[in-house]
């Protein structure tokens, strides 16, 4: 028996072997960024709902954690904005009480960070990895396209808050798109406001697959060293190419629902599938042609070669 609300584990970029938990539906977020790998948000929203009874997702993390599995990380993130859901406190909390070994780290945009409901629901969490990518505020909406009334000073008052009162650690990502904040005074500027939240590590980011936006290209190795340099961060270090990735399931999954599954929440080339899957690549490549004659899968070359992915029903 499959899960609705755990995807993995997925060999994370930024935290090792982690559990995804999603809170929120597919493509349910604050923003609408022009490099999201899962492409457009469908809905665009600031209401915070409870979008899932949280008894069914505690008893999905009963049933996946009943066969003690190795992890680095309990990760609550997904395809949209977890501090949208006001589950959010009520299963970090459930997931400390009951299986307290494992570090549970949230991804969030920082949006809803200026909310004290949110930073508390959050302080019992181990690690917060809150995206930053820029001080200016039309650099901002360009990049983020947000949900009327959030703007970017709301966000870095609500960073500054929520660093006063958390005990845990804090990632800043920050994500670069060249020719869009990259520039060096804008780059010194972002780190002098990085500097004032005082976070545990500076992450730097950038495309790894297609984004939302075709016009988006991914920094490279030397541009995000030149970056790092110019935020004037000791701290600052570069996120390496995507390893793996991970899927839902049993024990023993179809491959072809396995390699739907992935990518239908993100492009992945014939190479992540097959680290992931541990499935050789010719393999991979054979049911990937089988599976071509469904209209639903979709291929995008990008950087890193071809890129696949499922629309969906």
Not at 21 to 50: M, S
Not at 75 to 103: A, C, D, M
Not at 240 to 261: C, F, K, T, Y
Request: charged content about 25%; aromatic content about 8%; overall charge neutral.
């Amino acid at each position: 028996m499959g899960y609705s609300h755990l995807f993995g584990p997925v060999l994370s970029r930024r935290l090792g072997r982690s559990l995804g938990v999603d809170l929120v539906p597919y493509k349910v977020c604050t923003f609408d960024c022009v490099y999201c790998e899962v492409g457009h948000t469908t809905a665009k929203t600031l209401q915070r709902q409870e979008f899932f009874p949280p008894s069914g997702i505690e008893e999905e993390l009963k049933r996946f954690f009943s066969t003690n599995p190795v992890l680095d990380y309990v990760t609550l993130s997904g395809s949209g904005e977890p501090t949208l859901s006001l589950s959010l406190g009520r299963v970090i909390g459930f997931i400390k009480t009951h299986f307290p070994v494992y570090p549970l780290a949230v991804l969030t945009n920082a949006s809803l960070l200026w909310d004290r409901h949110v930073q508390e629901e959050l302080l019992a969490s181990d690690v917060v990895l809150p995206t930053l990518s820029t001080v200016d505020e039309e650099i901002f909406q360009r990049i983020h396209r947000p949900s009327p009334g959030i703007y970017l000073g709301k966000i870095l008052e609500g960073l500054r808050e929520f660093r006063a009162v958390y005990r845990g650690e804090i990632w800043v990502e920050v994500f670069l798109i060249p020719g869009v904040n990259m520039d060096r005074d804008h780059l010194a500027a972002l780190g002098d406001e990085i500097g004032r939240i005082r976070p545990d590590r500076v992450q730097l980011n950038t495309l790894d697959r297609p984004g939302t936006e075709p016009w988006v290209r991914p920094a490279t190795p030397q541009e995000l060293q030149d970056a790092a340099r110019m935020l004037g961060l000791a701290s600052a270090e570069s996120i390496h190419p995507a390893a793996s990735h991970g899927h839902r399931g049993d024990a023993s999954p179809d491959p072809a629902s396995v390699i739907v599954e992935m990518i239908s929440r993100r492009p992945c080339t014939i190479g992540d599938i097959s680290q992931a899957t541990g499935l050789h690549r010719q393999e991979v490549g054979k049911l990937l042609r089988t599976l071509s004659g469904d209209p639903r899968m979709k291929t995008r070359r990008g950087e890193r070669g071809i890129f696949y992915s499922w629309a969906g029903d």
